[in-house]
C-alpha cells in the first residue's frame, strides 16, 4: 500500500510516517510537507535511510502540486495544519488558509484520483469547553477560538466528500498530545527547556485549566487503527491519556527538572482560553481495539530527557543560554498518581 501522510515533518506526523515505514504492507510512504516553522526534516532523522520514503516539500494549498502528489496513493493521512492556539489569536487567515482551504485542495485531488481510504487529524478542541460531562462523535461542534473553528471547518470539508463524492473518509479527534520532538511553543516542551535554562514559567489564570494528555506513539496506533480498520463516514474520538490542570502538571514538570514553585508567575488568562476538554473515546476502543498504553509519567519523564539531550532543536528559538546537556532529571514519585480531573 502506498501512503500520503501530509505534515509528515511535523510533531504527531514525523511520529507516524517512521510507524508505516515499519509496517510490512506499506510499499511507500509519501510525506508532503511545508517545513514551516514547526516542521523539520530532523524530524524523521533515520526513516530517510529506507527507500520506502519520499519526501516532497511543499504546500497542501497548492493545488497542482497537491494533484501531482496524490497520483497513485491508496490511502492518505492528512496531519498537516497550523495549530497553535496564541498563534491564531493574531494570524487567523493563515489557519483558515491551511486548515480549511488545504483540506479542500486534498479531499478534492483525492476524490479525482480514487483513493481508497482518507483520515482526517483533527482535536478535541472543535467540541468547545465541556464544564460537565464528555463528547461523544456526534457532539455539536462549539470551537470558540480561530485555530479550532478552522479544525472544525477542515473536518466539515471532508466529512462532506464522504457524503457527496464518496470519498471514503474517517475523522480522528485526538487530545493534547506530547512526546518527543514536539515543538517548544506547546506547553511541555516549553515549560521543561525554560527550567532547565533556570528561568520562569508561566501560568494562565490560576492553572485551573484542563485538559487530558495523549502520548503521541498512543495517539498514533489509535490513527493506524481508523486508517486500516475505521468505517468510511464515521469520526473517532482519540483519548483515554491523563486529565491533569495545567497547576497540576506544572507541578510534576517543576518536581522533573529540580525547580520549586518560585520559578512559576501567574499572568492574565488569554482570549477564550476553555477551561475543560473531555472526550467519550469508548467508540475506537470497543470498534477498533484502540486502547492506550503509555505510562503518563514515564512518558513525561522521556520527553523531558529529550529536550534535554536536544538543546540544538530548541536553542536557536530563543536568545537565552541554551540547557547544560550533563543537567540531570530528577526521577518522578512513580507510587504517587498525579490527580485525575
Known amino acids: 500500500m502506498k501512503v500520503l501522510i501530509t505534515g509528515g515533518a511535523g510533531f504527531i506526523g514525523s511520529h507516524f ?16 510537507d511545508a517545513l514551516t516553522y514547526a516542521g523539520h526534516r530532523a524530524n524523521l532523522g533515520r526513516a530517510f535511510l529506507t527507500p520506502k520514503l519520499k519526501f516532497v516539500h511543499g504546500s497542501i494549498c497548492d493545488v497542482g502540486l497537491v494533484h501531482e502528489v496524490m497520483r497513485g496513493h491508496r490511502a492518505v493521512v492528512h496531519f498537516a495544519a497550523e495549530s497553535h492556539v496564541d498563534r491564531s489569536l493574531t494570524t ?18 483525492a476524490v479525482r484520483h480514487c483513493v481508497e481510504r482518507f483520515v482526517h487529524v483533527s482535536t478535541d478542541e472543535v467540541y468547545g469547553p465541556l464544564l460537565n460531562g464528555v463528547a461523544t462523535e456526534d457532539f455539536p461542534l462549539r470551537p470558540t477560538v480561530p485555530y479550532a473553528a478552522s479544525k472544525a471547518a477542515g473536518d466539515l470539508v471532508a466529512r462532506s466528500a464522504w457524503h457527496t463524492y464518496g470519498l471514503p473518509v474517517m475523522v480522528t479527534r485526538s487530545s493534547n498530545n506530547y512526546g518527543p520532538w514536539q515543538h517548544p511553543e ?3 516542551p516549553l515549560f ?5 535554562r533556570g528561568e520562569k ?11 487530558n494528555w495523549l502520548h503521541v506513539e498512543d495517539n498514533c496506533a489509535g490513527v493506524e487503527l ?6 468510511p463516514g464515521e469520526v473517532y474520538n482519540l483519548g483515554g491519556g491523563t486529565d491533569l490542570t495545567t497547576k497540576e502538571l506544572t507541578s510534576l514538570l517543576l518536581d522533573l527538572c529540580g525547580a520549586d514553585w518560585d520559578a512559576v508567575t501567574y ?4 482570549p477564550s482560553n476553555d477551561l475543560r476538554y473531555a472526550m467519550d473515546w469508548s467508540k475506537a476502543q470497543k470498534q477498533l481495539g484502540y486502547q492506550p498504553v503509555r505510562d503518563f509519567r514515564d512518558g513525561l519523564m522521556e520527553t523531558a530527557a529529550w529536550c534535554r ?5 530548541w536553542a536557536p528559538l530563543t536568545t537565552a543560554v541554551p540547557a547544560v546537556p550533563s543537567l540531570q532529571l530528577v526521577p518522578l514519585n512513580t507510587s504517587q498518581e498525579p490527580q485525575h480531573v
Open 92 to 109: 487567523a487567515t493563515a489557519f483558515v488558509e491551511t486548515n480549511v482551504r488545504g483540506t479542500q485542495n486534498l479531499v478534492d485531488a
Open 226 to 231: 481508523v486508517l486500516r480498520q475505521g468505517e
Open 192 to 196: 521543561v527547556t525554560r527550567l532547565l
Open 309 to 313: 539531550d536536544n538543546p540544538d532543536r
Open 17 to 32: 510516517v517512521k510507524r508505516m515505514l515499519d509496517a510490512e504492507d506499506i510499499e511507500q510512504v509519501t510525506v508532503l
Open 201 to 211: 514559567v508561566a501560568l494562565h489564570g490560576r492553572g485551573q485549566h484542563v485538559r
Open 267 to 270: 499572568i492574565a488568562d488569554r
Open 186 to 188: 506547546k506547553i511541555i
